[in-house]
């Protein structure tokens, strides 16, 4: 193996340092989180060598955006992760400005192939900068990763025409059951939206373009930002994040949100036809989810807890910042990408408080509701069929200063998120609204809360919401409020890692 880089030395003394300032209770419980400054996009996921990899977008010397590092974390059960060194920093002459998101396979050799966006800055004379993109390669044991001597293996000359240069990012490779692979990658085309290109290879290291799998045309948004593609349910998935979006009634939210694409794909002649389009979270804070095939065959999506927006949303005095989503298993039922918390959250359940037909009218709190690291289970209705109530909530990270709602108006049907009660000081946003279904005012919610955030799911995975909260750990109250009666069915269990 070449002698490890300066650069990428410096980073592992340095993030291995830094950890240790920084105590369990200050960070998420059960979500991974940098290992020391910024977090974003999760890289690299998959099951190599008996343990799930999680790499990341790093910069380890400041809590905010920098010169793109990959982070590194395993684990047995993705909910206990174990940090391992930083995996790339940026130190070839092709990437010296940033190894951006990518993602990784396993080569017939036993290594790990790790594809990753190189970005050169470009110096106009205008005085702007550009970025150029291109796609390079590092192949390792699982811990070190050697850069591969032939970078980068995509770059400008295999776009088509009229493809941005300075857009082109994101490489997902899978391998196809004949042992090839394949690799979608996010670009801007002619009319300045996004577009996604497929690649192929037989080795894993010389790439083919292919064609346009897919393009925008200035439908989602503008550029279209980490794709991911495969096969669930007899049915083939986009899932991609759009930059700068407009919104589109409770479906779609502005600036930058998430997009799964539904339909059919012609394997021999790798055409996509499109069928449903959603939203995959229609909370606050989801970006850049990858998947991976797990071996017992489940599809598992873990999303970047955050939105580019929403960023100056931070906590004080704490020096990482980022964290990822709780896994999710995917499935597709009606035309619908469905999400649940990956099974092995329930080994995590402890202290089971339940109570049947509680009937809520006005505010209930309930002995042995509370707590900041909960699964909790609602699932209401309407005290009368004919009488159906007005309005429902539920109110969390609760103090006397403080609360984050979720309330729901079967009149309309529509959950909303809020967080403005939660502590912060600036002003973005804070909450989001959703459309969900639900027939004479029943419904199922499933809470998940960590220390720092919320992920709401709704009639088993139908829609999801998820939003950051950095209230203080002593509000721990949970309560219930109803504008007309409400019965109540709730299981909670105290989440103890
Ligand atoms: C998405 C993204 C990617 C890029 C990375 C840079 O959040 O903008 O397109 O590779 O972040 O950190």
């Not at 990341?56 to 684990?75: E, K, N």
């Not at 050169?120 to 070190?144: F, M, P, S």
């Not at 989801?286 to 100056?312: E, H, S």
């Not at 950051?468 to 109540?488: C, K, N, P």
Request: glycine share 10%; hydrophobic share 35%.
């Amino acid at each position: 193996m070449k002698v490890m880089s300066q650069i990428l030395r410096d980073a592992r003394k340095y993030e291995e340092n830094m950890e240790k300032m920084i105590s369990v209770r200050e960070r998420p419980a059960f979500h991974l989180s940098a290992r020391t400054g910024w977090m974003n996009d999760p890289n690299g996921f998959s099951y190599y060598d008996g343990k799930y990899h999680m790499f990341y977008q790093y910069h380890p010397y400041d809590s905010h955006w920098g010169p793109m590092h990959w982070g590194h974390a395993v684990s047995e059960d993705l909910l206990h992760w174990e940090y391992l060194p930083a995996a790339l920093a940026p130190d070839e002459l092709y990437d010296k400005d940033g190894c951006f998101s990518g993602s990784a396979v396993t080569l017939d050799d036993g290594r790990q192939l790790l594809m990753y966006t190189g970005v050169v800055k470009e110096h106009c004379i205008n005085g702007e900068t550009r970025e150029i993109q291109t796609q390079c390669l590092a192949a390792g044991d699982g811990i070190d990763y050697e850069k591969y001597g032939k970078n980068p293996v995509i770059d400008s000359g295999d776009l088509p025409e009229g493809g941005s240069k300075y857009d082109f990012r994101d490489p997902k490779m899978w391998r196809k059951e004949d042992g090839s692979y394949c690799c979608v990658i996010g670009n801007r085309g002619a009319d300045g939206s996004g577009q996604i290109l497929l690649f192929t290879s037989q080795d894993g290291f010389a790439w083919k373009y292919e064609k346009v799998l897919i393009e925008n045309g200035n439908r989602f948004g503008k550029m279209w930002e980490c794709p991911d593609f495969f096969q669930l349910d007899g049915k083939w998935l986009l899932l991609t994040s759009p930059m700068d979006m407009l919104p589109v009634g409770f479906e779609y939210h502005n600036g930058n949100g998430t997009l799964c694409l539904i339909g059919n794909f012609d394997e021999g002649e790798n055409t996509f036809s499109e069928q449903y389009n959603q939203s995959i979270d229609y909370g606050i804070d989801f970006y850049a989810p990858q998947t991976i095939l797990a071996p017992d065959g489940r599809r598992i999506m873990i999303g970047w807890m955050q939105n580019w927006d929403t960023c100056n949303f931070r906590a004080q005095n704490i020096s990482w910042f980022g964290q990822m989503s709780l896994p999710r298993e995917l499935s597709v039922r009606g035309g619908r990408l469905y999400q649940k918390p990956i099974r092995e959250l329930e080994n995590l359940r402890r202290n089971k408080v339940a109570y049947e037909g509680v009937p809520v009218s006005g505010t209930v709190c309930l002995e042995g509701i509370k707590g900041r690291r909960v699964d909790m289970e609602l699932t209401l209705r309407p005290e009368k069929e004919q009488d159906i109530y007005r309005k429902f909530a539920v109110r969390f990270a609760q103090n006397d200063k403080f609360q984050t709602s979720l309330s729901f108006h079967p009149e309309d049907s529509i959950l909303k998120i809020d967080r403005k009660f939660s502590g912060s000081r600036r002003a973005i946003i804070h909450q989001r609204r959703s459309l969900v279904r639900s027939e004479g005012g029943k419904l199922k919610l499933r809470i998940i809360l960590d220390r720092f955030s919320a992920e709401v799911f709704v009639n088993d995975g139908e829609h999801v919401l998820t939003a950051i909260i950095y209230t203080e750990q002593t509000a721990d109250g949970i309560s219930f409020l109803a504008e007309g009666t409400v019965r109540m069915d709730i299981e909670k269990y105290d989440l103890d890692i």
